[in-house]
């Protein structure tokens, strides 16, 4: 029988707005720049240059794997790599906001990281995958690595049955090589690496691997934001990049 999520002791002393991204509704400088400061810290520029890194391998993978449905099962010692590398990057940036979040929390889990999903909301990032377009038309879920999270009521303790695929398929291959034919896939390559773009993005926001870096500026009583050209995200775009609604 599942058991009622009982969440550590809240830290205080952070906001929800210092822990993840959310959006500035009232223009105010002050928390305008912190958001830019959180975007351009070493921390931020540490997980932009891994995630680039991650991403890099996979767009270089489709030169020799078309991302078709039929390929999506083509396995290799690539694929591995790159899951073992997004799984783990997914981890970092979990762990980060956790840790702002909690206090007293012992040992964290997948499970905690799944928990996050009360305050982040993987599943309403709304974005755009030009190179995927017909491939995830034809496999409705590849798009949606935390599909899984569809049956969690947050409200009672995650489960095995709400773990994504592609973590099961981290710690498969993480600790077997013998794994490697069945778990180290393209279909699960690009799921992993889209569920480190999803906890970026809700951590960090807009302006880091995608979307406009916006710097605040005074002019006179006013504040104003400056767009700054970053390196862009080359699968995924989001709607804000868009100025529009995609499904």
Same mark, same amino acid.
């Given at each position: 029988m599942a058991e009622l999520i009982s969440l550590p002791v809240r830290n205080e002393s952070l906001s929800d707005n210092d822990c993840f991204y959310i959006e500035s509704v009232n223009n105010n *400088?002050?928390?305008?720049? /912190?958001?830019?400061e959180r975007k351009i810290s070493q921390e931020a520029n540490n997980i932009r240059l891994q995630y680039f890194s991650i991403e890099k391998e996979l767009i270089n993978s489709f030169k020799? =794997?078309?991302p078709i449905t039929s390929n999506l099962s083509t396995s290799s010692v690539k694929f591995a790599s790159i899951i073992r590398e997004s799984s783990n990057l997914f981890?970092? =940036?979990?762990?980060?906001?956790?840790? /702002?979040?909690f206090k007293?929390?012992?040992? %964290?889990?997948? *499970?905690n990281y799944l928990t996050l999903d009360i305050f982040l909301r993987f599943n309403d990032l709304k974005?755009?995958?030009?190179?995927? +377009?017909? =491939?995830?038309?034809?496999?409705?879920?590849?798009l949606r690595p935390f599909c899984s999270m569809d049956s969690w009521n947050n409200q009672m303790k995650p489960e095995l049955v709400n773990v994504p695929n592609w973590w099961i398929a981290y710690? /498969? %291959? /993480?600790?077997?090589?013998n794994a490697l034919a069945n778990y180290s896939t393209l279909k699960i390559s690009i799921q992993s690496i889209l569920a480190v773009y999803i906890v970026i993005n809700k951590y960090l926001g807009p302006?880091? %691997?995608?979307?406009?870096?916006?710097?605040?500026?005074?002019?006179?009583?006013?504040?104003?934001?400056?767009?700054?050209?970053?390196?862009?995200?080359?699968? *995924?775009?989001? +709607?804000? +990049?868009?100025?529009?609604? =995609?499904?």
């Open positions: *400088f002050n928390e305008l720049q /912190k958001l830019y020799y =794997v078309n981890e970092q =940036v979990s762990r980060i906001i956790y840790e /702002k979040l007293d929390y012992g040992r %964290i889990n997948i *499970f974005f755009h995958c030009p190179s995927l +377009t017909i =491939v995830s038309s034809e496999n409705p879920n590849l710690n /498969k %291959i /993480k600790h077997s090589p302006g880091v %691997i995608s979307g406009s870096l916006l710097k605040p500026e005074r002019n006179g009583n006013e504040t104003i934001q400056r767009e700054i050209t970053i390196e862009q995200s080359k699968l *995924f775009i989001d +709607t804000l +990049t868009l100025m529009g609604y =995609v499904a």
